[in-house]
Each structure stands twice: as C-alpha cells, then as structure tokens.
Nanobody, 122 residues
Framework: QVQLVESGGGLVQPGGSLRLSCAAS????????MSWHRQAPGKQRELVAS??????????NYSDSVKDRFTISRDNAKNTVYLQMNSMKPEDTAVYYC?????????????WGQGTQVTVSS
C-alpha cells in the first residue's frame, strides 16, 4: 500500500520561504513521476510542479504561477520529495498535496497524501 505523508506547511510572510516534504512508504518514489498540487478555498485543485521518474531523467515542470519561485526535488535515499517555495505570495495560500503517478512521466496521479496547509499572510 502506497502512503504519502506531507509536512512542512505553516504560516509565512509574503516574500518568505517554506519547504514542503512528502515522505513515501510502500513504493520507491524515483520509480514513477511525482508531483505537487494545491487547492485554495473555492478553487479547483492545481498542478504546480512535477518530476518524472529517475529512469526518464527526472525532468521537472512547473505551472506558470510558480515558475522561477518553486523547485521540486527528490531525495532517493530518503524516499522523499520536496517542494522549495521562495518569494511567496498571498495567492500561494492553499492546501498542498503530493501525488505519485502510475506512469514514468506524469498523470494519472493515483496516490495522494492528506495535504498540508500553507498560509501566506502578514
């Protein structure tokens, strides 16, 4: 059974940084694509960052709203995926979820964590 557990959320001021972690059990994260999504109140869930499997080179992709501010990475030894968030804005406020794909490259995203709240506010 694949389990994903996010951590690292919290309250941060505009312009600040946070690093989210997603620890996996029951599966090797580098074997499939991984991603981070977010959902703000009243809005649809949005894919913000993804990374392909190690076998496909670990290519990353970002939504336009976070490009050049967020970085997705993977620590294979810890079986953990990270989302480094810099220069944060109030519109980054959302519940952030990590997900694991069933393919090497991306969706469908079959396994989800429980989410972690990120609030950007002064």
């Amino acid at each position: 059974q694949v389990q994903l557990v996010e951590s690292g959320g919290g309250l941060v001021q505009p312009g600040g940084s946070l690093r989210l972690s997603c620890a996996a059990s029951g599966a090797i994260i580098s074997a499939r694509a991984m991603s981070w999504h977010r959902q703000a109140p009243g809005k649809q869930r949005e894919l913000v960052a993804s990374i392909t499997s190690a076998a496909t080179g670990g290519r990353t992709n970002y939504s336009d709203s976070v490009k050049d501010r967020f970085t997705i990475s993977r620590d294979n030894a810890k079986n953990t995926v990270y989302l480094q968030m810099n220069s944060m804005k109030p519109e980054d406020t959302a519940v952030y979820y990590c997900a694991r794909g069933v393919s090497l490259y991306g969706d469908p995203w079959a396994y989800w964590g429980q989410g972690t709240q990120v609030t950007v506010s002064s």
